[in-house]
């Protein structure tokens, strides 16, 4: 049975963070907007960065869970940014601010977690070494999260989308040459 309370302080928190700077949002403001009294605050959460992590947490499973399989590069990085482009502003907010690694360590697992999916999907069943496997997915992991966080620098601007589909038009069937590479030694 989900926790009622709980899941009205992170939806109160996530809307005042949408609003306004982290270091401007106290479990104060967040229990008066809530209605509940701090006690109820500090039993389902030990702070502030606590609850951001916890809410970034169980994103990144949701993110997981929709995703089992992905197949391609396009879909690996619009995954790894959905969350974000929902909550630009609170994101922002968050990687602003002195708990930016909550953010970054969430978003390295959807990064390995849609990478894997979409290897899984491009390699089946085809014998391909173990360690060009493990090289594939930490490469492209890498280039998801400098994509994401790239753009998070930039301010999170539109138009990420189309250059997104853009780079993987342009390196269309490279993927598919390593995997071939990969095969031929």
């Known amino acids: 049975m989900p926790n009622f309370t709980k899941m009205a302080i992170k939806a109160t928190f996530i809307r005042l963070l949408n609003q306004r700077p982290l270091n401007q949002i106290t479990v104060k403001d967040i229990v008066e907007e809530c209605g509940v009294n701090r006690n109820s605050f500090y039993y389902h959460f030990q702070d502030i960065p606590a609850l951001i992590e916890e809410i970034v947490t169980e994103e ?95 301010g999170m601007n539109d138009g990420i989308k189309e250059r997104i589909s853009r780079l993987c038009e342009l390196r269309r069937g490279m993927v598919e040459e390593m995997v071939e590479r990969s095969l031929k030694r």
């Open 60 to 154: 990144a499973d949701r993110i997981i869970a929709e995703y089992p399989s992905i197949d391609s590069l396009e879909a690996c990085l619009n995954a790894a940014m959905e969350f974000a482009r929902k909550n630009r502003r609170a994101i922002l907010h968050i990687y602003h601010s002195s708990n930016r690694a909550i953010y970054e360590q969430y978003l390295w697992k959807v990064c390995q977690h849609v990478v894997t999916a979409y290897g899984r999907e491009l390699f089946g069943d085809r014998p391909i070494r173990e360690s060009d496997r493990e090289l594939f997915v930490q490469f492209y992991k890498c280039e998801c999260f400098g994509m994401v966080m790239e753009w998070m620098d930039g």
